[in-house]
Antibody, heavy 121, light 112 residues
């Protein structure tokens, strides 16, 4: 059974940093691309970033480019999102999602339950 | 403003069929057969219902079907059931790793 467990969320002041983690199990992690998708309270889904199976292809939404960094550690079956210079508009539930394929173009098929990030002073 | 346009809400009675549209551009929906649809119940994570325009993952009811014409994709749910009431989001690959994926704003389906 595919399991994705996000952690690292919390309350943080504007301008500060936070690092999210996603622990994956139930599938061969290094065969698949991974994504971060967020959902602001009461709003829709927004793709944040994606990374291919071998970290060779990485993409970011314009809204986070230059501030967020996605990475993965295939030896630890883990996905990360380093978030710097956080803004109030980054407040959201952050989901980790597995892709159906190895590239960032592949559809996200399984999602974790999310970790909440609140940016406020 | 979302990159893909969906109606804010649709409704139907049990047993009926409904269709949700998702309009993009020639840079996303129109260029790639990589449109997917997600169902999200309140407080839950999204669930993949349709991928690559019209393919259903294992375990998803065949009452759910997808199609695409030009820059517009559609999700049809036939034989509406009470448990279909949820938010539905379309998503499309947008052509480059730097743009990645784009979502629609979501459609609230109400089963009357």
């Amino acid at each position: 059974e595919v399991q994705l467990v996000e952690s690292g969320g919390g309350l943080v002041q504007p301008g500060r940093s936070l690092r999210l983690s996603c622990a994956a199990s139930g599938f061969t992690f290094d065969d698949y691309a991974m994504h971060w998708v967020r959902q602001a309270p009461g709003k829709g889904l927004e793709w944040v970033s994606g990374i291919s199976w071998n970290s060779g292809s990485i993409g970011y939404a314009d809204s986070v480019k230059g501030r967020f960094t996605i990475s993965r550690d295939n030896a630890k079956n883990s996905l990360y999102l380093q978030m710097n210079s956080l803004r109030a508009e980054d407040t959201a539930l952050y989901y980790c999602a597995k892709s159906k394929g190895s590239g960032v173009a592949a559809t996200a098929d399984y999602w974790g339950q999310g970790t909440l990030v609140t940016v406020s002073s | 403003q979302s990159a893909l346009t969906q109606p804010a809400s649709v409704s139907g009675s049990p047993g009926q069929s409904i269709t949700i549209s998702c309009t993009g551009t020639s840079s996303d929906v129109g260029s790639y057969n990589l449109v997917s649809w997600y169902q999200q119940h309140p407080g839950k994570a999204p669930k993949l219902m349709i991928y690559e325009v019209s393919k259903r993952p294992s375990g998803v009811s065949n009452r759910f079907s997808g199609s695409k014409s030009g820059n517009t994709a559609s999700l049809t749910i036939s034989g509406l059931q009470a448990e279909d009431e949820a938010d539905y989001y379309c998503c499309s690959y947008a052509g480059s790793s730097t743009r990645g994926r784009v979502f629609g704003g979501g459609t609230k389906l109400t089963v009357l």
